[in-house]
């Protein structure tokens, strides 16, 4: 692991040198205060002794930042939207004469402002392309720098805050100080296609590639377009990617780029470089437990790689602009993308509103046109959703600002696809599409999921399904079964119900053979400002991860039909307690891509089973057995791999609820809601509470199933990690119809 992040560092590392021959990340020295200000003059107010009214509450953070990290899932309040302040010293020394120094933003949310003392030096709107502010006006020396930073509610800008998710705000992608030469060139196009390469066409440039084993393949100008003999092809399966050095005068860029071909077959499937490929995919948002939108580069490259190796192939990037290395990251991984603008609900307003679309469009394109990962530009989503504005949802509004859109898009780039998700009447805009087709969450059964497929591919020309899955609740599990023909539309929260919802569409897959793919929804779960009634309030938890990439059951489930490294996973690691009649037989599910698996059920083998993809559940993996009061311990044995799993089978029938009984355990706190006879009520879903008082503290406002002060019950269960506990300290915990339990810790 620590070799291949080493390799994806440095490949990444090269392909961010691509703006600049000096750069500096601006990660420390920063301060910052979540208020307004009245302006910079107050931002940089000296201290006056003795003066406590001119001295604001300033904390000392570190750039990326997102000033929403905790509180888009704090259950007691609604997430900050309003104005927040930074504030550093820049030392500057430009090594160019002449030359120009810039403060390169990679992404910020959602309005900004930078001043460099007093003077007012530049603004973006859209929190999600890279932009840059000219300071060389200041010369070189010690720069104070302020930027203001605003995600109020605006209905005149995109995304709308009827969207799904957070609208972060903050510095929350880095911030860089970049020196260049008098001349340069903000960016250069490098466009392919078969086996020629177009290196800008608007500049004389100097041009030198590199072919994936590091072999100069071609040095000289770019008059003309260039030729390369029987290119490496860049592929899922072996992502080759050559180089090419630009130089223009005394500025040089660097950026990969790769030789393949794709197509979308009229109401059939996807081929790359000729093949069909069957694209199996996900979703992301730039979200993680404890730093919201500001995640670290080694987070995103853990997060990729978990992607990968689930066995992803694809992805949606959803709903905006994502940051330079995640491109980077499907690039050197092999995963496509379709990559989208955030104009996400909300229906259409005025020019402001519709030339930042446009703006934001163009930006993606022209800063992304080189990644040989994307295949798809995203000009939309749910755009049929009714509207911010007083006026009903205007369905022809929306179509001229999508077909606008249409003609950006293959105007700047006529060699990718265009797509959209869920709008209907735009359906026959853009190049490709995906309806909504929710089998077995928010429509119908999901054993109809290949009715609807079929109908979908019957419909639309290229037709591309992303989005489908169910909520989860971590370590919520179910004994009853499923009645797949009666279907639960809705499900019953449980990881039980996900994993049987995975498997049968993933099942079904493997079976159209015009099917282009598809993209669950989704990897990991994450912030939304919708969805304060969920068991994890504010947290939509449609994903195979936690929101701080711990898998659930479901991760596993694709993995053993996507993956080609070996694994082996039996079903229950979060499950302590199963329950159920003496003798009562009960399915013991094992997911693996191995060939045979044989179970052993406290030591004694239960037999062996062969994959059959088509033999559901768990492609034939599946035994019915009979579990011991008590104890149980469960083997899964494969020619390579071993999994073990144990727990404890109850076949006394719980009461009524009672109270909540508290233990500690490796500093996680758990409460159990028990009957009056001490039996836990592996039903119950009753929320609960935790709270602390004394010198520890509680991880709280993650996301996750551990990290959450209010949360509902799985299996009677909720647990919460106790943290820096340096002295006694008084752990509380309360449901709504029990008395409140506390839990002293010394």
Sequence with gaps: ??????????????????????????????????????????????????KPESVPLWTEVSVPHCYNAEDGVDPSVNYYQGAAWYRTTVSVNNPYPDGHTLLEFEGAGQKTDVFVGTDHAGAHVGGYDRWTVDITHWGNGQLPVAIRCDNSRDVEMIPSDMSDFCLYGGLYRPVSLVYMPKDFLADVRIDVSG??????????????????????????????????????????TAPRLYTARVTYGRQTIVKQFGFRSFEFKDH???????????????????????????MTDEQIRREMLQIKEMGANFIRLGHYQQSELVLNLCDSLGILVWEEIPWCRGGVGGADYQAQAHRMLTNMIEQHRHHPSVILWGLGNENDWPGDFATVLDSAA?????????????????????????????????????????????????????????KAMATYPHFLHAEWG?????????????DIEAGDRNGDWSESYAV?????????????????????????????????????PYVNQKGVCQRDGTPKESYYVVQSYWASKPMLHIYGHSWPV?????????EILVYSNEDVVELFVNGVSAGKRKRDSQDYPAQGFHWNVVLQEGHNSIVARSKTLTDQIDFEYQTRQWGEPSCIRLTLKD????????????????????????????????????????????????????????????GPCVVAAKSPLLPLTMLSIK
């Design 667 to 726: 500093n996680l706190v758990e409460a159990q809601i028990v009957d009056a006879e001490g039996c836990c009520c592996l039903d119950s879903r009753d929320w609960i509470e935790f709270s602390i008082i004394g010198a520890g503290r509680l991880l709280q406002n993650q996301g996750t199933a551990t990290g959450s002060t209010r949360i509902q019950a799985a299996n009677g269960r909720a647990a919460i990690s106790l943290l820096d506990v340096e």
């Design 500 to 536: 049987r919802l995975f498997d049968w569409h993933l099942k079904e897959q493997q079976q159209m053979p015009n099917l282009t793919g598809s993209a669950f929804w989704t990897f990991k779960d994450f912030c939304t400002p919708l969805r304060p009634d969920n068991p994890i």
């Design 398 to 454: 929306v179509r001229s600002l999508m077909a606008s859109l249409q003609a950006t898009a293959h105007q700047l780039d006529p060699r990718r696809k265009t797509v959209i998700r869920r709008c209907d009447f735009c359906a026959d805009i853009t190049d490709v599409y995906s309806p909504s087709i929710w089998a077995g969450w928010y429509s119908r059964r999901f054993t109809d999921y290949r009715e609807m497929e079929e």
């Design 470 to 482: 169910a909520d989860s609740h971590a370590g919520r599990h179910s004994e009853t079964g499923f």
């Design 268 to 294: 059939g499937p996807f081929f790359l470089n000729g093949r069909r490929l069957l694209l199996q995919g996900t979703h992301r948002h730039e979200d993680h437990a404890g730093v919201g939108a500001a």
């Design 195 to 236: 086996d020629t390469v177009v290196v800008d066409n608007r500049y004389h440039l100097q041009v030198e590639l590199l072919a994936p084993d590091g072999k100069r393949v071609f040095i000289g100008d770019n008059s003309r377009p260039i030729v390369v003999r029987r290119p490496v092809r860049w592929d899922v």
């Design 578 to 586: 199963r329950w159920g009649n003496v003798g009562e037989e009960k």
């Design 1 to 50: 692991m620590a070799k291949r992040l080493f390799l994806l560092t440095f490949a990444c590392a090269l392909a961010l040198s691509a703006s600049a021959q000096v750069r500096t990340r601006l990660t420390d020295g920063w301060q910052f205060i979540r208020t307004d200000m009245a302006g910079p003059w107050e931002v940089f107010r000296p201290v006056r002794p003795g």
